[in-house]
């Protein structure tokens, strides 16, 4: 039986260690965890754990009234400029014609709120002025309608092979669209 207890008492000596050992590597992780802590919130002092804790709070409160701030700082800043945008209750149009080599590309953003330009009209306009449409484009997002046709001018080449456009003016195209965009507004 002296054999038993021994072995019993050594069992019970050992769980024992073990949970000692844990909670010296809780403490030591804990003590490491608020040294870093301190570092980021007082890091000039060593400050006791309430007041380390306390500390810790107030600046983390600090920071999200900082960030609230800064959120809202940049939304007023973003209205301001899509304010200019702004007529009334609805965003103005957007347009923009380009021309490049053989290839017109129109893009065109619109408030959905306005009366909605038809797709085959600005594609008319295109073909009306002698340009090949060779994609026309209608995509709805939010509260705005985005355009984009790309089309191809007519090109004449000559036996020597000089290339001109026939006759095109993308100045015009974008003038009868203003038309039609700006038509539907007033």
């Known amino acids: 039986m002296g054999k038993a207890r021994e072995i ?26 608020f040294s870093i802590l301190s ?9 006791p754990v309430p007041q380390l804790i306390d500390q810790a709070t107030s600046f983390m409160i600090q920071l999200k009234d900082k960030v609230n701030y800064l959120k809202e700082k940049k939304r007023t800043l973003l209205q301001g400029e899509l304010g200019n945008l702004y007529e009334g209750s609805f965003l103005l149009p957007k347009l923009s014609l380009r021309s490049r080599d053989s290839t017109i590309e129109l893009n065109l953003i619109i408030d959905l709120n306005m009366k909605k330009v038809m797709l ?36 004449h080449t000559h036996m020597f092979a000089i290339i001109s456009r026939i006759g095109i003016d993308p100045s015009r ?12 507004i007033f």
């Open 173 to 184: 195209i974008e003038e009868r669209v203003r038309k039609i965009i700006y038509g539907y």
């Open 120 to 155: 085959h009209e600005l594609v008319s306009i295109f073909e009306e002025e002698g340009a090949q449409v060779m994609s026309a484009n209608l995509q709805n997002l939010n509260d705005r309608a985005t355009y984009t046709i790309i089309a191809q001018v007519h090109i």
């Open 39 to 47: 570092s980021h919130v007082s890091p000039t002092r060593k400050l």
């Open 8 to 33: 019993g008492d050594g069992n019970s000596s050992s769980l024992r260690e073990q949970r000692n050992l844990r909670e010296k590597d809780r403490r030591m992780r804990m003590k490491h965890l």
